[in-house]
Nanobody, 117 residues
Framework: QVKFVESGGGLVQPGGSLRLSCAAS????????MGWYRQAPGKERVQVAR???????NYVDAVKGRFTISRDNANNTVWLQMNSLKPEDTAVYYC???????????WGQGTQVTVSS
């Protein structure tokens, strides 16, 4: 059984920072390309960052230079460091394996990030 549990969200002022964590359970985490996704109110869920098992990373343009994705395969954890946050970053943030996300399965409860003054 695969499970992803996100944490670290909260309310932050514009320009602030948050670090999101994703704890993964199940087998073969180290072999899974992982992604962070977000869903803003009234919008579809979109991927914002991804990392392969060997550390190859991609970001969407909206977060490049501000967000950093990383992973610890030994501890089944993925992080998203978010700096210079903007109100438009407000969303529920989720992590998932890329493969499962494309299948629409194993979504966790997410963690709410609200950027507001």
């Amino acid at each position: 059984q695969v499970k992803f549990v996100e944490s670290g969200g909260g309310l932050v002022q514009p320009g602030g920072s948050l670090r999101l964590s994703c704890a993964a359970s199940g087998n073969d985490f180290e072999g899974l390309p992982m992604g962070w996704y977000r869903q803003a109110p009234g919008k579809e869920r979109v991927q914002v960052a991804r990392i392969t098992p060997y550390g190859r990373i991609n970001y969407v343009d909206a977060v490049k230079g501000r967000f950093t994705i990383s992973r610890d395969n030994a501890n089944n954890t993925v992080w998203l460091q978010m700096n210079s946050l903007k109100p438009e970053d407000t969303a529920v943030y989720y992590c998932n394996a890329i493969y499962f996300a494309e299948l629409g399965t194993y979504w966790g409860q997410g963690t709410q990030v609200t950027v507001s003054s």
